[in-house]
């Protein structure tokens, strides 16, 4: 069974610091790595999706990386701010197996 | 602006009766999903439809019924079977066809959700 394991459930950082957020899966055949955020009570909305034959996206001070090997992709968030606080999850896409997200990170950027 | 909209944003309802969770896009998707996110759990999807008139289940669809008569449009029913529907429900959609295809590129797009509260 695919397992989409997000660590640590949450964050806390001070203002302008770089951060990564890790997402490791368990099966190697993967076809996409998409990275969400949610605001508390909102939807989800797509920051990066990374395809299967790509290494990483970038989106501003966003970049995603997957590492298909290792069973890794990270978001990288450059210079935090207290707008980036919200919980982050990532999402595998299987093949042939279903959509599995991982529980996410709740991020806290303080000023 | 395209999108997907979820109506109402809070609902409650008492223990015992149905209730409708509507789910509208005008992205012209294939297909759509609804997911259910408890605190401490993350998303587990419910059901999902690749085309209209066909849905399948996911992995908690026991107390949920949908229906996918048009292809902007996935209800979903929260009946009184389901014995803990409170929750924040979530529907999604994407323009390929299918949960389990093998040719994806495009991202899932969400809704905002509707927030049940069942007593």
């Given at each position: 069974k695919q397992e989409v394991t997000q660590i640590?459930a949450?964050?806390?950082?001070?203002?302008?610091?770089?951060?990564?957020l890790n997402c490791s899966f368990t099966d190697s055949?993967i076809?996409n790595l998409q990275w969400f955020?949610?605001?508390?009570?909102?939807?989800?909305?797509?920051?990066?999706?990374?395809?299967?034959?790509?290494?990483?996206?970038?989106?501003?001070?966003?970049?995603?990386?997957l590492?298909?090997?290792?069973g890794r992709s990270?978001?990288?968030?450059?210079?935090?701010?207290?707008?980036?606080?919200?919980?982050y999850l990532c999402l595998f896409w299987g093949?042939?197996s279903k959509l599995t997200f991982g529980k996410g990170i709740?991020?806290?950027?303080?000023? | 602006?395209?999108?997907?909209?979820?109506?109402?944003?809070?609902?409650?309802?008492?223990?015992?009766?149905?209730?409708?969770?509507?789910?509208?896009?005008?992205?012209?998707?294939?297909?759509?999903?609804?997911?259910?996110?408890?605190?401490?759990q993350g998303l587990r999807?419910?059901?999902?439809?690749?085309?209209?008139?066909?849905?399948?289940?996911?992995?908690?669809?026991?107390?949920?019924?949908?229906?996918?008569?048009?292809?902007?449009?996935?209800?979903?029913?929260?009946?009184?079977?389901?014995?803990?529907?409170?929750?924040?429900?979530?529907?999604?959609?994407?323009?390929?066809?299918?949960?389990?295809?093998?040719?994806?590129?495009?991202?899932?797009?969400?809704?905002?959700?509707?927030?049940?509260?069942?007593?």
């Amino acid at each position: 069974k695919q397992e989409v394991t997000q660590i640590p459930a949450a964050l806390s950082v001070p203002e302008g610091e770089n951060l990564v957020l890790n997402c490791s899966f368990t099966d190697s055949a993967i076809y996409n790595l998409q990275w969400f955020r949610q605001d508390p009570g909102k939807g989800l909305t797509s920051l990066l999706l990374i395809q299967s034959s790509q290494r990483e996206q970038t989106s501003g001070r966003l970049n995603a990386s997957l590492d298909k090997s290792s069973g890794r992709s990270t978001l990288y968030i450059a210079a935090s701010q207290p707008g980036d606080s919200a919980t982050y999850l990532c999402l595998f896409w299987g093949a042939n197996s279903k959509l599995t997200f991982g529980k996410g990170i709740t991020l806290s950027v303080r000023p | 602006d395209g999108g997907i909209t979820q109506s109402p944003k809070y609902l409650f309802r008492k223990e015992g009766q149905n209730v409708t969770l509507s789910c509208e896009q005008n992205l012209n998707h294939d297909a759509m999903y609804w997911y259910r996110q408890d605190p401490g759990q993350g998303l587990r999807l419910i059901y999902y439809s690749q085309i209209v008139n066909d849905f399948q289940k996911g992995d908690i669809a026991e107390g949920y019924s949908v229906s996918r008569e048009k292809k902007e449009s996935f209800p979903l029913t929260v009946t009184s079977a389901q014995k803990n529907p409170t929750a924040f429900y979530l529907c999604a959609s994407s323009p390929l066809g299918g949960h389990r295809t093998s040719s994806y590129n495009s991202p899932l797009h969400f809704g905002n959700g509707t927030r049940l509260t069942v007593t």
